[in-house]
């Protein structure tokens, strides 16, 4: 294995995974830290953790087990993943992982960039943009979790690391791979280690990652693997996909724009069941009971707690936002379980990071084939011989998405 990659939830490391696989490398997505050896053929390997809003202590300790794991299958690079709307808080949980990778590997400098144009995320003067609209006015900032209110990343990351923040504008980035070596430098002189670089087409990120060649840590959204295959001298590829035919189902728990915005459109066409935070939390509804309902429904149900920010903040306030979210994903989690298990369901779109997570974990999933790109950011994933999914980041996706989902899933596209 050449280079590892640590993922702070299961979706991202999906679409990391989808992205090196282009890129021509051999991938294997890992659900958590393996317990053994990593087959000899795997170039890349992505370990999917669920560490983005778990509290920060434990969120380092888990991704340096999984820096210990990749370092013995001989990885000469890591890339640590987050989200690329950069989901945190003033507490972590990206700079305290970047930090103790950091020290780990002893890299005196790390690239910072969730930028992914292809799903409209640029950063410019070290601001994060949602296509034209700054991070905090893009809908982010009603986050359930992890609400971000301040689009300028450096002075977000510089509340969660003990060290300096530098920057890397897009002027040098502009200027190629040469430049931005040369003003990574020129921050590190300066007493910088984590460093931001801008970046707003797909052409910066490709610059970038030959830029960061030899650095021993990478971190960013998906988008920053871009230009990484080709430093271990690999070529674009077809990825290969056998869709699955039988049933599918969505469970959706994600309340971004984009995400109800998804569900209307799909709730006008297919069946559609609303999941009242409440009456989860209350035990008045059950995971059997819309597990049930999915089952006995024709075409392609969806199930979905995707409500209103204003209706998730009166949940959260009412129960707590621990408790709130703990509950919801333990439910979508028993509700896959009970329709793959019982319900011989083969194909499965979830939305949402931390549904997505909580539903892998259920299923105790262990490591997932990379298969062909559904929208930017989200590819098929093959997770058995007889159970293909897909998951979704909230923000990611057309209106049409959970169609066109199924649609690729089973092959029909």
């Given at each position: 294995m050449r280079l590892g990659c640590i993922g702070d939830d299961f979706t991202g490391s999906s679409d990391l995974a989808n992205t090196l696989a282009k890129g021509g490398m051999r991938v294997v997505q890992y659900c958590g830290i393996p317990?053994?050896?990593?087959?000899?053929?795997?170039?890349?390997?992505?370990?999917?953790?669920?560490?983005?809003?778990?509290?920060?202590?434990?969120?380092?300790?888990?991704?340096?087990?999984?820096?210990?794991?990749?370092?013995?299958?001989?990885?000469?690079?890591?890339?640590?993943?987050?989200?690329?709307?950069f989901d945190s808080t003033p507490e972590g949980n990206i700079g305290p992982v970047a930090d103790a990778l950091a020290e780990a590997l002893d890299a005196p400098k790390v690239v910072v960039c969730p930028a992914f144009p292809g799903a409209g995320r640029s950063i410019y003067q070290g601001h994060?943009?949602?296509?034209?609209?700054?991070?905090?006015?893009?809908?982010?900032?009603?986050?359930?979790?992890?609400?971000?209110?301040?689009?300028?990343?450096?002075?977000?990351?510089?509340?969660?690391?003990?060290?300096?923040?530098?920057?890397?504008?897009?002027?040098?980035?502009?200027?190629?791979?040469?430049?931005?070596?040369?003003?990574?430098?020129?921050?590190?002189?300066?007493?910088?280690?984590?460093?931001?670089?801008?970046?707003?087409?797909?052409?910066?990120?490709?610059?970038?990652?030959?830029?960061?060649?030899?650095?021993?840590?990478?971190?960013?959204?998906?988008?920053?693997?871009?230009g990484l295959p080709a430093n271990f001298g690999c070529t674009?590829?077809?990825?290969?996909?056998?869709?699955?035919?039988?049933?599918?189902?969505?469970?959706?728990?994600?309340?971004s724009n984009a995400t109800r915005a998804q569900v209307a459109r799909h709730a006008a066409?297919?069946?559609?069941?609303?999941?009242?935070?409440?009456?989860v939390i209350e035990g008045r509804l059950s995971a059997a009971d819309i597990a049930d309902w999915i089952l006995a429904q024709d075409g392609l149900p969806l199930a979905y707690s995707s409500a209103d920010p204003a209706e998730v903040a009166r949940v959260q306030d009412r129960f707590g936002r621990e408790t709130a979210a703990t509950a919801l994903e333990g439910f979508f989690a028993e509700v896959a379980r009970r329709l793959v298990a019982g319900g011989g369901l083969t194909r499965l779109t979830i939305a949402g990071g931390e549904t997505s997570?909580?539903?892998?974990?259920?299923?105790?999933?262990?490591?997932?084939?990379?298969?062909?790109?559904?929208?930017?950011?989200?590819?098929?994933?093959?997770?058995?011989?007889?159970?293909?999914?897909?998951?979704?980041?909230?923000?990611?996706?057309?209106?049409?998405?959970?169609?066109?989902?199924?649609?690729?899933?089973?092959?029909g596209i």
């Open positions: 317990d053994g050896p990593a087959a000899q053929n795997v170039e890349a390997g992505v370990v999917a953790l669920k560490t983005r809003s778990i509290p920060a202590a434990e969120a380092v300790r888990q991704s340096l087990a999984a820096l210990d794991w990749l370092r013995a299958q001989g990885c000469e690079q890591i890339l640590f993943k987050y989200c690329s709307t994060l943009f949602v296509a034209d609209r700054l991070l905090n006015e893009s809908g982010m900032q009603n986050h359930p979790l992890t609400p971000m209110t301040d689009p300028d990343i450096r002075r977000w990351l510089a509340a969660q690391t003990s060290y300096s923040v530098g920057h890397v504008p897009a002027a040098d980035v502009f200027a190629g791979p040469g430049r931005i070596v040369e003003a990574l430098d020129a921050q590190h002189a300066k007493g910088h280690r984590l460093i931001v670089v801008d970046a707003l087409r797909d052409a910066d990120l490709v610059a970038i990652g030959r830029a960061a060649a030899d650095l021993p840590l990478i971190t960013g959204g998906s988008g920053i693997a871009i674009p590829a077809p990825v290969p996909w056998q869709g699955q035919p039988g049933r599918g189902a969505i469970l959706s728990g994600s309340c066409r297919h069946p559609a069941r609303e999941i009242p935070g409440a009456e997570g909580a539903v892998i974990e259920g299923l105790a999933l262990n490591h997932l084939q990379i298969g062909p790109e559904i929208a930017p950011g989200v590819p098929a994933l093959r997770a058995g011989p007889d159970l293909v999914v897909a998951l979704k980041s909230g923000n990611f996706g057309a209106e049409d998405f959970f169609e066109k989902a199924d649609a690729v899933l089973s092959g």
